[in-house]
Antibody, heavy 123, light 106 residues
Framework: QVQLVESGGGVVQPGNSLTLSCAAS????????MHWVRQAPGKGLEWVAI????????YYADSVKGRFTVSRDNSKNTLFLQMNSLRAEDTAVYFC????????????????WGQGTLVTVSS | DIQMTQSPSSLSASVGDRVTITCRAS??????LNWFQQRPGKAPKLLIY???SLQSGVPSRFSGSGSGTDFILTIGSLQPEDFATYYC?????????FGQGTKLEI
């Protein structure tokens, strides 16, 4: 069965960095674009980034552009989110999500999600 | 960015009721509209994609309709496990924006 397991969350001071991981299993990871979506405490969902199946293309929300970098290691079935220059408003549960489509296009239909990892930015 | 607006923001209903949730896009998104259910402390779950296609494993009491800018999620007969928050999301273009959510309460 499809499983996505995020890790790497924690408490970090403003201005510092953190890297999240998402370990995938139960499907051909290297065939699917992948996404990061976040949810601030008590708030709604915010899409953060998409990465093509081969890592060739990526797009970011304006709120994180220039500070966050999404990458993947298809040999290890793992998606990453490197977060730099963290701000208080980045505090959220970060979910990785699978794009339902395979190949060199996206659908932005998030058919499987991980359980999320909490990032708290606070001094 | 495409803005997604859901109504109502919250809704009180009873087991067995039929409920509808509306989602409006700030510009036409054809049928690039998805619906999610989120229970407290859990990840969102895909219910409907492409406006009206039922995701595998989702009960048939859930249905979606609409195209262009106006969309509806209908729950045919509420079950206890349906009390949750529902989100619409456009998959037409980046950034892939969500509605603010509709909390369905007893």
């Amino acid at each position: 069965q499809v499983q996505l397991v995020e890790s790497g969350g924690g408490v970090v001071q403003p201005g510092n960095s953190l890297t999240l991981s998402c370990a995938a299993s139960g499907f051909t990871f290297s065939s699917h674009p992948m996404h990061w979506v976040r949810q601030a405490p008590g708030k709604g969902l915010e899409w953060v980034a998409i990465l093509w199946y081969d890592g060739g293309n990526k797009y970011y929300a304006d709120s994180v552009k220039g500070r966050f970098t999404v990458s993947r290691d298809n040999s290890k079935n793992t998606l990453f989110l490197q977060m730099n220059s963290l701000r208080a408003e980045d505090t959220a549960v970060y979910f990785c999500a699978r794009d339902a489509r395979t190949g060199s296009t996206w659908s932005a239909v998030f058919d499987y999600w991980g359980q999320g990892t909490l990032v708290t930015v606070s001094s | 960015d495409i803005q997604m607006t859901q109504s109502p923001s919250s809704l009180s209903a009873s087991v067995g009721d039929r409920v509808t949730i509306t989602c409006r896009a700030s510009q036409s998104i054809d049928t690039y509209l998805n619906w999610f259910q989120q229970r407290p402390g859990k990840a969102p779950k895909l219910l409907i994609y492409a406006a009206s296609s039922l995701q595998s494993g989702v009960p048939s009491r859930f249905s979606g309709s609409g195209s262009g800018t106006d969309f509806i999620l209908t729950i045919g007969s509420l079950q206890p496990e349906d009390f949750a928050t529902y989100y619409c999301q456009q998959s037409y273009t980046t950034p892939f924006t969500f509605g603010q959510g509709t909390k369905l309460e007893i």
